[in-house]
């Protein structure tokens, strides 16, 4: 058996201009924990990529869950990328449901591409909703300028 990956070894290996994601997803499991404090850093960057990691694991979604609730437009756009890895389940729709609320164009879109795999049938109409209202924004602000 392993020892988990330390705190400290996974922050260096994710703070990194490319973390290895792949690699990274198997020496982190069982270290979710060190994964929902990384992803609750001040530091944008390593809190998104933290988040991109919680998702490719698969047993991290509530690190995306909590994520998808940050303040920081960046940590949300990781979040709804990250819930597009994430299984169908009901907390994936629950994540999902309510990135497609965001007041950020970019999330609203990763959310509306991440409920493309989702099976409930009211987020799914909920991202055909949002993606009409995005488009309607984008045209406004281009007629605009």
Do not use: W
């Amino acid at each position: 058996m392993t020892m988990p990956i330390s705190y400290s070894e996974l922050k260096a290996r994710l703070d990194v201009d490319e973390p290895d994601y792949a690699a990274l997803a198997e020496l982190a499991a069982g270290a979710v924990q060190h994964l929902r404090k990384l992803a609750a850093s001040p530091d944008e960057s390593l809190a998104s990529k933290a988040v991109s990691l919680a998702g490719i694991m698969g047993d991290a979604e509530s690190v995306v869950a909590d994520a998808s609730k940050s303040r920081n437009v960046l940590v949300r756009v990781a979040a709804a990328h990250a819930s597009s890895l994430m299984p169908d389940s009901p907390q994936a729709t629950r994540v999902v449901s309510r990135l497609l609320d965001d007041k950020d164009v970019g999330v609203v879109k990763l959310a509306a591409r991440a409920a493309t795999r989702l099976s409930d049938p009211k987020v799914t109409a909920k991202a055909r909703r949002a993606t009409v209202r995005m488009v309607k924004a984008v045209r406004a602000s281009a007629q605009a300028s």
